[in-house]
Structures are given as C-alpha cells and as structure tokens.
C-alpha cells in the first residue's frame, strides 16, 4: 500500500480546517436610501434617458437630434452619479475612480472648449488625481464609522 491510500480515510485536524467565509459585503438592506425613498427618482432619470438617447439617434441629422442625445447622456449618468455618490460617501461601496473622473472631464471639456487642449489633458489628469486623493480618504472615514473593514 502506498501513502496514498493510508491517508485517505485520515480527518483532517481542527485546527487546519479552513476557516468560515467572512462576507465582504454588507447585505443590501444596509445600502443607503435616498431622501426621496418611496419614489423611483433615479430609476426614472435613466428611463427618460434611454427614451432621449432613442429620439436623439433617430433624428441624428438635425440639430434636435444632437441635443436630445446629449441630454439623454447627461440624465442616463445622473442616475448612475447619484447612486454612486450615495454609496461612496455612506461608506457602503467604493466608487473612488468613477467620481473622480467626473471633476477631470469636466476640466478637460471646459478647457477644451476655451481653446486650450494641450493644457487640458494636465489639468484633467491632476484633478483627478486630486479627486482620488479626497474621495478615497473620505470613503475610508465613513466606512471605519460604519463599521466596515474597507
């Protein structure tokens, strides 16, 4: 018989049992509600702009076209923003990178429509650096009051 075959049947020892799962993420009724809470703001900003994203591609040509498309844009990632910023600053989820992208395109875009993009990819670039810098610390404070390994 090999050493195989005699340690098969062999418990394994309780002190290298493998410990119980931690759950890394708290359950979802502790996900911060909106101060509007019965009423489905967000979920109705996205549908408005799915519907203003479909108007705006079928009538592309025109001027209308367009606006409707970039107001469509702009309500689909409202709704996004809103339930990130929530989560992010409840100390519920991380959402670090995708709020601090939202200062350095608007930096690039206004500086771009000034006339100056070679400065704008640097500016965009430190304020989202400085962004990240903020929101990460930010978030970690909240999660450490919530009581939330981070």
């Known amino acids: 018989m090999g050493r195989r075959?005699?340690?098969?049947?062999?418990?394994?020892?309780?002190?290298?049992?493998?410990?119980?799962p931690v759950p890394r993420r708290p359950p979802s009724e502790a996900r911060p509600r909106p101060p509007w809470h019965p009423v489905?703001?967000?979920?109705?900003?996205?549908?408005?702009?799915?519907?203003?994203?479909?108007?705006g591609a079928l009538d592309l040509g025109s001027d209308r076209g367009r606006l409707l498309?970039?107001?469509g844009l702009a309500l689909g990632s409202l709704g996004g923003l809103d339930t990130a910023l929530r989560e992010h600053l409840g100390g519920y989820r991380s959402h670090t990178t995708v709020l601090a992208a939202l200062p350095a395109v608007v930096t690039a875009a206004a500086l771009s429509i000034a006339g100056v993009?070679?400065?704008?990819?640097?500016?965009?670039l430190a304020m989202f650096a400085g962004a990240f810098w903020?929101?990460?610390?930010?978030?970690?404070?909240?999660a450490r009051r919530a009581g939330r390994a981070y």
């Open 5 to 20: 075959s005699r340690r098969r049947g062999a418990a394994v020892p309780a002190e290298r049992a493998a410990p119980a």
């Open 40 to 55: 489905p703001l967000v979920e109705l900003c996205v549908l408005v702009g799915l519907v203003l994203l479909v108007l």
């Open 69 to 71: 498309l970039l107001f």
């Open 117 to 124: 993009p070679w400065p704008a990819l640097a500016a965009a």
């Open 134 to 142: 903020l929101l990460r610390r930010a978030f970690a404070h909240r």
